[in-house]
């Protein structure tokens, strides 16, 4: 999952920073960098096309999707939806809001109709960050940060891998019969969201006994209302109108064919881990061993993935007595408190137990990598080698200080035929064709295999993208008949430069374009405008912006007139 985060983002990144181009001029008062969140979870959870929005999924995103991923929501709650109104703005009056799309009217009015929830959903989030600053709890990442920092890297299993473990995730079936026996339309109550009758045939379809108890049932089967809890995060089930909640269409497929489809929903369940703290009659005792069972998995990440259950279980025990004043009592009025965290986590395919050791599963580590994420809590994680595809290699590489990069694309190459390398890489940049980051990346390696890549680069010859560059090497290369790179090839390359350079920061551009000298400057402006380039007006435009000689500004935006008037 932590890969398509990547690979999404990277497909939106140039939409983004154009969006932010745009608004400097158009929508000066908005905060363009509010509506990254909400454009990547528009494109993870709803839509594969970047341009097709709807209302019910933009409602669902802002009120549903955001405040589980939000991380400043005071920020969010100030300027959001106005970001979000921008954005939608720019990608109508730009073209790029898709054929099937609701109207921009139509959106902006779900904006002004969802305003008020929104605000107080944030409202609540900051209240509840404000909590979370003055007590902590014992599944508190950040008293980690430092020696998560510091842990060696951590390989990922490859997604085919990860969605067969998820198929298999027992707690996920038992969402899908208790939804499924839930159906179309089925009210429920104010008091308790079922009644004793409705209980017991829920704990039947899932298979949980039923308590014996005096009271109310309702009040007697936690794990049947986490399993509840749980269908709703996994969207199995939604509420309705007028006191109803019902069945979502796709729910009975589960387990889905997909593995993309299976490990989305896999990721919308996850935070279901809380779930596995113990829950104790009294509220403050519970509250006091609150975030256990983050705690422990925490734990088991720093300790490479396995712990005794006696050492755990102490240092555990200790950590709630020091960090609550109740912990200790908390503690030995749970019995053993690491038991439901060990059941649910084991039920949700993330831990398993032999003898008196507890480990982490492959699906457990990504799980745990992914709440570190949100946590914005930094940690050295990466796809396994022999399961990399050239273009996550790419995109993680571009991420890497060179001497690391270096020894990935040593490792990755060390498997395969310096022919296959050559063609993986360059069709992964082909595909990426919007980022010249990857793009030169690609090439640079590429170049280093020699002989073997010349049927690559003759290849990548009919791939515009990349043109300039097969030329070029092909031309080193002294291939006979191969085509000398032209002087609009060369204006790519610079175009190519420029692109990442503006993407360094402001003054690392200047400075780029310092280093070509004001006459040279001027002439590739004249010239540079004329090619196909995804960044082309782009890079005009900003160089008009902050290139200090008034005259190289002026000639940029002469360029970016042009630019302009021959994509029309």
Known sequence: MTDRIEVAATELRPLLEEFIMWARTNAPDSDPELVGPAAL????????????????????????????????????????LPAVDAYLTFLSSTGRLAKGSDTLADLQAELDDVEDDFVELMEDLIEDVEDDDETGDLGDFEAFADDLAELPTIRLRPDAELAAAARAVPLIAKARDLALWV????????????????????????????????????????????????????EFLEPGEGGT??????????????????????????????????????????????????????????????RDLAGLRRELAEAAAEIDELGAQAWHEAGDPLAPALE????????????????????????V????????????????????????????????????????????????????????????????????????????????????????????????????????????????GAPEPTPDDTNWLILDMWTISAGLGRQEFVGSLRDIGPELLNNLLDVVWKIPHAHVEELLDLISQVHPDKQIAKTARRALFKARSAAQ
Do not use: C
């Open 41 to 80: 979870w528009h494109r993870l959870a709803f839509s594969q096309d970047l341009g097709t929005w709807k209302r019910a999924d933009l409602r669902n995103l802002l009120l549903d999707r955001m405040p589980k991923v939000i991380d400043d929501p005071d920020a969010a709650a100030d300027g959001m």
């Open 183 to 234: 159906g179309s339309g089925r009210r429920v109550g104010e008091d308790t969201l079922l009644s004793d009758t409705e209980v017991e045939e829920a704990l039947a379809a899932v298979g949980l006994p039923r308590p014996e108890t005096e009271g109310a049932l309702a009040e007697a089967v936690p794990d049947l209302w986490n399993l509840w809890n749980l269908a709703v995060d996994l």
């Open 245 to 306: 909640v019902a069945v979502q269409d796709d729910t009975a497929e589960w387990p889905f064919d997909d593995d993309e489809d299976v490990l989305d929903a896999w990721m919308l369940g996850l935070h279901s881990v809380d779930y596995g703290d113990p829950e104790l009659a009294d509220e403050d005792l519970t509250m006091a061993l609150a975030g256990l069972t983050r705690g422990m998995l925490v734990r088991l990440l720093l300790a490479g993935g396995s």
């Open 344 to 367: 649910w986590l084991a039920g949700y395919g993330m831990t398993e137990v032999s003898g008196d050791t507890v480990s982490l599963t492959p699906l457990g580590t990504e799980g």
């Open 369 to 480: 990598v992914h709440l570190l994420d949100d946590s914005d809590i930094e940690i050295d994680a990466r796809p396994a080698i022999e399961s990399m595809s050239a273009h996550e290699l790419l995109v993680l590489s571009a991420e890497l200080p060179e001497e690391e990069a270096d020894a990935e694309f040593a490792a990755w190459m060390r498997l395969r035929e310096p022919a296959r390398a050559a063609e993986e890489l360059l069709e992964a940049a082909a595909k990426d064709g919007d980022d010249a980051l990857i793009r030169v990346q690609a090439a640079s390696v590429v170049g280093t295999l020699g002989e073997a890549a010349v049927p690559a680069w003759q290849a990548a010859l009919d791939e515009v993208s990349l043109r300039p560059y097969a030329a070029t090497h092909l031309s080193q290369l002294g291939v006979e």
